[in-house]
């Protein structure tokens, strides 16, 4: 059975960082491209980075490019996503998502990553407030 678990979420202050993690089970990560979504009180979720399975190339959302980063430790089944300079608007509700080998353009794999065949987390909140 594969699950996804989220943690690290927290409360911090513009400019402050946190360090997400999404630690899989029942599936080998290698072989999966992950994702991070997030959705806000009353807006759609939105897709925030990505990371290919493989060569491990990442994307990411105009919104953070430059502040956050994705990475993986396929030994230890885990994906980060490392958030900084954290703005307001970067509050919400965190999820990572996995789909066996998907490939493609941010946007795509995001569609990919929402489908019926992929995997999903419970979320983490993040919190951004002075």
């Known amino acids: 059975q594969v699950q996804l678990v989220e943690s690290g979420g927290g409360s911090v202050e513009p400019g402050g960082s946190l360090l997400l993690s999404c630690a899989a089970s029942?599936?080998?990560?290698?072989?999966?491209?992950m994702g991070w979504f997030r959705q806000a009180p009353g807006k759609q979720r939105e897709p925030v980075a990505h990371?290919?399975?493989?060569?491990?190339?990442?994307l990411y959302a105009d919104s953070v490019q430059g502040r956050f980063t994705i990475s993986r430790n396929n030994a230890k089944k885990t994906t980060y996503l490392q958030m900084n300079n954290l703005k307001p608007d970067d509050a919400a509700m965190y999820y990572c998502?996995?789909?066996?080998?998907?490939?493609?353009?941010?946007?795509?794999?995001?569609?990919?990553?929402?489908?019926?065949?992929?995997?999903w987390g419970q979320g983490t909140q993040v919190t951004v407030s002075s």
């Open positions: 998502a996995a789909l066996l080998g998907c490939t493609g353009s941010f946007n795509t794999i995001a569609t990919m990553l929402s489908a019926a065949l992929s995997y």
């Open positions: 029942g599936v080998t990560t290698a072989w999966y491209c």
């Open positions: 990371i290919y399975a493989g060569n491990g190339q990442t």
